[in-house]
């Protein structure tokens, strides 16, 4: 399928300019002023708007079984939702059960993710330890093109990693040229916190952010970086939330430590009051972890994304609905914790970030795209509008609104947490894999068109790192 966007104002990372963009076969293969029109090529008028790479979101958790159920996005009407929003690549998540095969359970992944419509990767968590997982690492990076893997600090008793874990896979994914990454969170804190708020009675949702204070997330992001400083290893922080964790990579990245910080388009416009409604469904709706921070933090955050110490953005799609999030009615522990956002994450950042001034659309592309593609190994194939990249791209209309709500998501479930919230700056088109896969409102979605998207090593880097070591 051969595709002419004519007449947009392109932008990348490093810059703005007007120029066609030529796509054949899947690939970009011009870039220019005024381009010839092959025999047989689709238009598309892109007069009045904006042509940037396809967004990437390096957290999402499609058909993840979770706390008892499975959420409720698989990874064809999770992608295809994404698509929907201008995210045209997804990184998931491998999550192995204590004591299961890294291996067995990344081949159980690739086969729920054959039906994605939309191209993905996957970070794989390292939830237990053993010789074999030592080598299952080294399958997965030399073979099957995983080059981060991921460790949850918190949920004590089912996939935490203590610091034995942290220390022995942040040394092997070392020596393999990958990098490590955290849900930074101390599983044990928050243990304890929930058992003394349901002694006294508190079951509600509203004790979710009490049993989860700022602080719990700056002492394990703070273990993580300190771990990492020792063993000379990179580091990813995901769903950063807070003030305490920015400023431990702050002071990390400061001292040259390589650390990266991921933020949640949740987090950077949402606060802890949505906990504060008497609609159990409502604030069970929000609970995710880390959990929504009150408002201070977001201001904090858009700082990090605009002083460079945090990189990415991203959603940590992973959607509940009512009857599934019911499960903790008497007990918040027992709330599927997760929320949405894989299809509004773009809205979110061009409209609280473009249009307050906070990003230009060049820093845009880079916290949507470019960034995360350079940190995970996939740039210049995805992140940036250039010949010899992925087609995946994204017609932005700044003038475009649009109202959030749940009731015309794509996204399957019954819940948005960013309902009613009327966005300016919407795509009109989105081209994935060469393909025009959304159009004003349309969806053409195909189921199974995404490909796993293999992630180099890091060899170079690390061979470095790896000799500051011994
Ligand atoms: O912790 C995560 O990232 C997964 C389990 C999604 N749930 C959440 O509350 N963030
Ligand atoms: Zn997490
Ligand atoms: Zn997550």
Same mark, same amino acid.
């Given at each position: 399928m051969?595709i002419l966007i004519?007449?947009?104002t ?5 810059? +703005?300019?007007?120029?066609d963009?030529l796509c054949?076969n899947?690939k970009?293969i011009?870039v220019?002023d005024?381009l010839?029109?092959p025999a047989?090529a689709e ?9 940037? !790479?396809?967004?990437?979101? !390096?957290h999402?958790?499609?058909?993840l079984?979770?706390?008892g159920t499975?959420?409720q996005?698989?990874?064809f ?8 929003g201008g995210t ?14 890294l ?9 729920w993710?054959?039906?994605s419509?939309?191209d ?7 939830t237990w330890?053993d010789?074999?997982? $030592? ?18 600090m918190a949920y004590?008793n ?5 610091? @034995?874990?942290?220390v022995?896979s942040? /040394?092997?994914?070392? @020596? ?5 990454t955290?849900h930074a969170?101390?599983?044990e ?5 929930q ?9 509600g949702?509203q004790s979710h ?9 700056? @002492? ?10 020792v063993l000379n290893?990179?580091l990813?922080?995901? $769903?950063?939330s807070c003030? +305490?964790s920015l400023?431990?990579i ?5 001292h040259?430590?390589?650390v990266?910080g +991921?933020v949640?388009?949740?987090h950077l416009?949402i606060?802890d009051?949505?906990?504060k409604? *008497?609609d159990?469904?409502e604030?069970?709706g ?5 959990? #929504?921070?009150?408002? $201070? $933090?977001q201001e904090?955050l858009?700082?990090g994304?605009?002083?460079?110490n945090?990189?990415?953005?991203a959603?940590?799609?992973c ?6 999030k019911a499960?903790? *009615?008497?007990?918040?522990t *027992? ?6 956002g894989v299809?509004?994450?773009?809205m ?11 990003l230009?659309p060049?820093e845009f592309?880079k916290?949507t795209?470019?960034?995360c593609?350079?940190?995970f190994?996939?740039y210049?194939?995805?992140g940036?509008?250039? @010949?010899g990249?992925?087609a995946?791209?994204?017609l ?5 609104? *649009?109202?959030l /709500?749940?009731?015309t998501?794509? /996204?399957?479930?019954?819940?948005n947490v960013f309902e ?9 088109h989105?081209?994935s894999?060469?393909k025009?896969?959304?159009k004003?409102g349309?969806l053409?979605a195909e189921m199974g068109?995404?490909r796993?998207?293999k992630?180099?090593? #890091?060899? /170079?880097?690390?061979?470095a ?6």
């Open positions: 051969t004519r007449g947009g392109v932008v990348n990372a490093d810059r +703005e300019f007007k120029a963009v054949d899947g970009i011009a220019g005024n010839d029109v047989g238009i598309i008028d892109a007069g009045g708007l904006y042509v940037m !790479p396809g967004g990437i979101d !390096p999402t958790h499609m058909q079984p979770f706390m499975v959420t996005d698989d990874f009407t999770g992608t295809a939702a994404g698509l929907a045209t690549s997804i990184i998931d998540f491998v999550i192995p059960n204590p004591q299961q095969s291996m067995e359970a990344f081949n159980i992944w690739r086969g993710a054959e039906k419509a939309g993905y990767s996957f970070h794989v968590a390292v330890w010789e074999t997982v $030592h080598s299952d690492m080294g399958k997965l990076v030399n073979e099957h093109g995983v080059n981060s893997f991921k460790h949850f004590k089912a996939i935490m990693a203590d610091d @034995e874990i942290l022995k942040f /040394s092997r994914a070392l @020596e393999l040229g990958a990098i490590p955290v969170e101390n599983g804190l928050v243990y304890v916190l058992q003394e708020l349901m002694k006294k009675g508190m079951t949702p952010p009490l049993s989860r204070p700022p602080m719990v997330e700056g @002492e394990a992001a703070q273990r993580a970086i300190a771990i990492a400083n290893t990179p990813y922080i995901v $769903h950063v003030q +305490e400023d431990a702050t002071r990390a990245r400061a040259g430590q390589r990266f +991921e949640l388009a949740g416009v606060d009051s949505v906990y409604n *008497k159990f469904a604030a069970a929000h609970v995710m972890s880390p959990p #929504f921070r009150s408002s $201070h $933090h904090a858009w700082q994304l605009q002083g460079g945090l990189h990415t953005t959603t940590d799609h959607t509940f609905c009512a009857a599934q499960a903790g *009615k008497d007990d918040f *027992k709330i599927p914790n997760g929320c949405g299809e509004e994450r773009m979110i950042l061009w409209d609280a970030g473009v249009n307050t001034g906070r230009t060049s592309v916290v795209s470019a960034n593609a350079q940190i190994n996939i210049p194939r995805k940036v509008i250039a @010949e990249a992925d995946d791209i994204v932005w209309d700044a003038a475009g609104t *649009k109202t /709500s749940a009731k998501q794509f /996204s399957k479930g019954d819940f009613g919230r009327t966005v300016k700056g919407i795509p009109t989105t081209i894999g060469g025009l896969v959304f004003q349309e053409m068109a995404g796993y998207i992630r180099p090593s #890091f060899s /170079s880097m690390f061979q790192l790896n000799k500051m070591r011994t």
